[in-house]
């Protein structure tokens, strides 16, 4: 009877992922630790009220809330982090305080409540700007953001407490994340716009940088996938199809399934959307696939149904930014 | 007329750096700023008076302080750190507040103040346990310490804050370093407790630990050496000796300095000292060799200086554990 603890679990990956740990598992119970800033209890659909669901509002900031809530679980899951990676522009603390230390305060409270097993949410970000070279797992990793930064100190930090501490963990470095519930994304941001206004759109960059989207059931289907096989140490994992999606082929895409026509799209030159965006990823996942994953839906098709549920959600009113 | 800001300025390499660069430089000023918990006035020797030096007394952690006090220099060197690296498996996250911590807003200072260059002082730690394999700068890094996370956090973090915002930094990872004024190490250990008791000493781990020892002085003409040949961008170099000692070789040396003979050793048995260290370092320095940085002392002679100093400052009372 698996008693899984999910902090950030009303967030967009964290909030399906509790969807399938309950449909999956029967007896599974799970524990969601969400401060709800980008989290939402709509995400969590008809399991806000679940017998088998525990949620505590609490911010991972709080260590000894976090510890307290944590005792007697059997494995946690960590996906809060700042969600808006462009934002460290502005404000370039902000993944310090809102990815490094949580993931200390998450690896501290395990330590001290005892439990022992950890999946964490990492990213592309820690690799760089790898140009045309596709990302193998082992190979140098030197971030450009703070973002990237971020999520290389959390698999540094978790591979050091495994070791010094006797845990086991599994970190997944993810492409871009899309599907129901996301709340921050350039085809969100473009339909967001183009609700607003159908005749332009405004293009960070030159729309061609270009990389692989991954639905959200895919990843899900990733983390559970290798959790299923055993954890023994620290292991690492990028996760993410093998085809790619240029931001201009996006746009087309988010007017097409608007029904819009004749956009007249304007660029801000360059090719990055943003200082410290990487232009184009190539991931390499076959340390995944060959022990069996595969994802169910190419980018393309991963792109279509996120932005149908987020066409959807706008509708009922529900696509708004949170912070 | 170079405007230099030492961060840990009075601790034990940033007081051998403000000694070389105000002797090298004539026109240098160097502002210290140091909380003075391992840092020393006497470290400073007659620069502690010296019209060149600032002394600011302030924690890394007071942003706002750090950020007032660094405006208008030029070069900022970064050894603020926890010293003391076994310290986390009792208190595992010091390495994070007294380390990564720390990097994050010496960057942030250096941000909001305008200061462009950083020389941070990295570490082995790094790499975690590579076994034989002589480490080279763009392998996989797996730190299996807390303090090889903070040191990789902070590399992470200013390689970020180099490309977004423009500043130009260098990394040095260093082996074991030793010298006059030296607050922590093996030899410090045994020094202080064969004065104590000449007939027994204990050794952690099975005495085997072999590693590379270079000089303070070694490591400062390092620093400098990289530096003066113009800073872009962020880079990064391993300073190591090509010589290396084990543990029973130390504990001979200190010995045979303190002319104490028949020490009874007793072992903590296992390969390492404690849980995350890392029993073998193989350092391939060749990255900085190649431009032309040379070793004046091999690690034998850096541990000879380093131990008849300690026993130097031992007789005047001056060695003891800051904290």
């Known amino acids: ?16 992922l509790v969807r399938h740990l309950l449909a999956d598992e029967a007896d599974a119970t799970v524990t969601i630790y969400d401060n709800f800033t980008s989290g939402q209890e709509w995400h969590l659909g008809d399991n806000l009220t679940s017998q088998r669901v525990t949620i505590v509002r609490g911010d991972v900031k709080d260590l000894s809330a976090l510890k307290d809530a944590m005792v007697g679980h059997d494995h946690v899951y960590h996906f809060a982090s700042n969600p808006d990676i462009s934002k460290a522009v ?12 949580l993931t200390q305060n998450v690896l501290e409270a395990m330590r001290q409540a005892g439990v022992k097993k ?36 959390g698999e540094a930090l978790i591979g050091a407490y495994c ?8 970190a997944f470095r993810f492409a871009n994340v899309v599907g129901p519930h996301q709340t921050h994304g350039v085809s969100y941001d473009f339909i967001r716009r183009l609700l607003k206004d159908p ?28 959790a299923a ?16 999606v240029t931001v201009k082929e996006i746009a087309d895409l988010v007017c097409s399934r608007l029904n819009i026509q004749g956009t007249n799209y304007t660029f801000g030159g360059g090719n990055r959307g943003w200082k410290g965006d990487v232009p184009y990823v ?42």
């Open 282 to 323: 190539r991931f390499d996942s076959n340390k995944l696939r060959s022990l069996g994953w595969k994802n169910q839906r190419t980018a393309v098709e991963a792109l279509r149904d996120s932005i149908d549920s987020m066409i959807g959600d706008a509708k009922e009113g529900k696509l708004y930014r949170a912070n």
């Open 90 to 101: 502005t404000q370039p603390d902000i993944d310090f305080w809102e990815g490094t230390y």
């Open 229 to 244: 096989r055993g954890m023994t140490g620290f292991s690492y994992y990028n996760v993410a199809t093998e085809d790619y």
């Open 1 to 16: 009877m698996a008693k899984y603890f999910v902090v950030g679990g009303a967030g967009f990956i964290g909030s399906h």
């Open 199 to 226: 005749l332009t759109l405004h293009i960070l960059g030159d729309g061609s940088q270009s990389k692989s989207y991954v639905h959200v059931d895919d990843v899900v289907s990733a983390l559970r996938f290798v």
């Open 163 to 170: 070791y010094m501490f006797d845990m086991h963990a599994l």
């Open 118 to 153: 950890l999946t964490y949410a990492s990213g592309s970000g820690v690799y760089g700007d790898t140009g045309a070279t596709p990302v193998v797992e082992d190979m140098p990793m030197l971030p450009i953001s703070t973002y990237g930064a971020s999520k290389l100190a």
